[in-house]
């Protein structure tokens, strides 16, 4: 039986998808910051985890609980934009700081500290952003999220560089999802999104190598 472990699944995208593959036969570890939020679900193959991924000493313990496991996919879920219509010369610094500390520096920690719990033709996953994108980036905006994300990017292809594995490395564009980041003028529902993402999970498995994709499995530039 496949197992996940995702990371930031107290809602919108994060719980779609452990709900997705828990309805699909996989077993999933999933991590919440409330214990409640994946709401009445006991299937036997769900353990939830309650963890922030800011913390780091909590982290360090969940990696310790999980020695000796393996998982085909590791999947990890993080992302806050504050101060969206600020230019990065304008905005608090706090609130830089603070999205740089969620949106960056805590998925690649945890990806690289549990990424050898995955297997060797399994995934490591971020959650980026097709704003994260230097390429695409041609009408400016929502610049601290923006860096945020492509700092994220450019951790994950450092990350992969250095293991140098055969595991896949994904950094993910999950598209405009009507989240509470995302807003309710947004393209795609959760269940879009996740069905999408899921999919384009299991046509990426032991491929090996690193990429920025969307959810539609399409290569976005850098």
Do not use: C, H
């Amino acid at each position: 039986m496949p197992k996940a472990l995702i990371f930031g699944t107290s809602r919108g995208l994060g719980r779609g998808l452990a709900n997705a593959y828990l309805d699909r036969g996989w077993t999933v570890v999933a991590t919440v910051r409330d214990p409640a939020s994946l709401g009445d679900r006991t299937d036997d193959g769900l353990t939830i985890e309650t963890v922030d991924t800011t913390d780091w000493p909590a982290l360090d313990a969940l990696r310790e609980r999980l020695a000796g496991q393996s998982f085909d996919l590791l999947l990890v879920n993080a992302g806050i934009m504050l101060e969206a219509d600020a230019g990065i010369g304008d905005g608090s610094p706090d609130a830089f700081g603070q999205m740089m500390l969620v949106n960056t520096l805590a998925p690649l920690r945890i990806a690289d500290r549990f990424a050898e719990l995955v297997t060797g033709k399994g995934i490591v996953a971020v959650m980026s952003s097709g704003l994260g994108s230097i390429m695409l980036n041609e009408a400016g905006g929502y610049e601290a999220y923006r860096t945020s994300k492509a700092a994220l990017n450019m951790g994950l292809r450092s990350i992969a560089a250095r293991k140098d594995d055969g595991r896949t490395w994904l950094a993910v564009d999950p598209g405009w999802v009507k989240t509470d980041l995302g807003g309710a003028n947004a393209d795609l529902t959760v269940d879009q999104s996740v069905s999408g993402l899921v999919d384009m999970f299991e046509r990426r498995q032991g491929t090996g190598g690193v990429a920025f994709v969307s959810y539609e499995n399409k290569e976005l530039p850098w």
